[in-house]
């Protein structure tokens, strides 16, 4: 019998197909992203095997194969959906975005990321005498009437369901400029950092780590314990998180381990 660490099940060696099948689902439903070698190492079995129970997995279109292992892909259908992820967790949304924005200061400049919950960041911060840098067209949207806020679109390839833009347009933008915060949201945050379920996104949200001199990281309690397909970044490339108040005590010890400082809204 083998126990592994993090969030895996114990599992028994000489599993049957339906049986591995079934673990393999387990594991998928706690997380985005799951590696050929974990699964090699969870199940006892060769990465041929693996493989072939992946493409079995495929077949009911639950499961997608991609490079290293497998993804979810009713994960991955929301995380790449700016509508679903709006009405996920909306209420302690809005207390993470006006809590967010309680520490932004009048005069400053402020890189606002994509994604539903720094949109609400958005929303909080609407009319303040600010520079906003963003790559987000619903973030760009909430100001479209706002004299008071300066707003600035990186440019870059459009992803059309996430309203992102991304690509060497955006990065080289973003080279150029330097701001006092960034308030970035993310797909996951776990012991072994920040990750996201798009490799598309991943390079313009280390650059706006970049060019920031404070990294701010909004995420709703769901988002924690959550390993997604890309890692963007350690922990302690972070200066704060901002969470809701049921995020779990379990998540708040590792944050206290890690020496991270958050705030609960």
């Known amino acids: 019998m083998l126990k592994l660490a993090g969030n895996y099940s114990t599992v028994f060696f000489n599993m049957n197909q339906v049986e591995r099948l079934r673990y393999i689902q387990e594991v998928l439903s706690r997380q985005d992203f799951v590696s050929l070698e974990d699964l090699c190492a969870g199940l006892d079995v060769s990465r041929a095997t693996v493989r072939r129970d992946l493409i079995e997995l495929e077949r009911s279109r639950n499961t997608r194969r991609v490079h290293g292992g497998a993804m979810s892909t009713s994960s991955r259908e929301e ?70 806020t300066e707003v600035t679109l990186t440019g870059g390839y459009l992803y059309p369901r996430l309203g992102i833009q991304f690509g060497p347009i955006c990065e080289r933008m973003l080279q150029s400029v330097s701001a006092d915060l960034a308030i970035l949201g993310i797909g996951g945050i776990s012991e072994d950092g920040l990750s996201d379920s798009s490799s598309l996104v991943m390079a313009s949200i280390r650059a706006m780590m970049k060019c ?22 350690d922990l302690d490339e972070l200066n704060q998180i901002i969470s809701d108040r049921e995020l ?13 400082d958050y705030l609960l809204a």
Do not use: Y
Not at 212 to 233: C, E, L, P, S
Not at 248 to 260: F, K, S
């Open 79 to 148: 995380a790449l959906d700016f509508m679903r992820l709006s009405v996920s967790c909306h209420e302690e949304k809005i207390r993470i975005g006006r809590t967010a924005a309680d520490l932004v200061q009048d005069g400053q400049t402020i890189i606002l990321g994509g994604g539903s919950t720094v949109a609400e960041v958005a929303r909080c911060l609407l009319s303040r005498p600010i520079q906003i840098i963003t790559n987000s067209i619903p973030v760009a949207q909430v100001f479209w009437e706002c004299r008071q």
């Open 212 to 233: 920031a001199r404070r990294v701010i990281i909004v995420a709703d309690h769901t988002k924690f314990g959550k390993n997604a397909m890309i890692h963007v970044a």
């Open 248 to 260: 779990a005590a379990e998540h708040r010890q590792l944050l206290d381990d890690q020496g991270v």
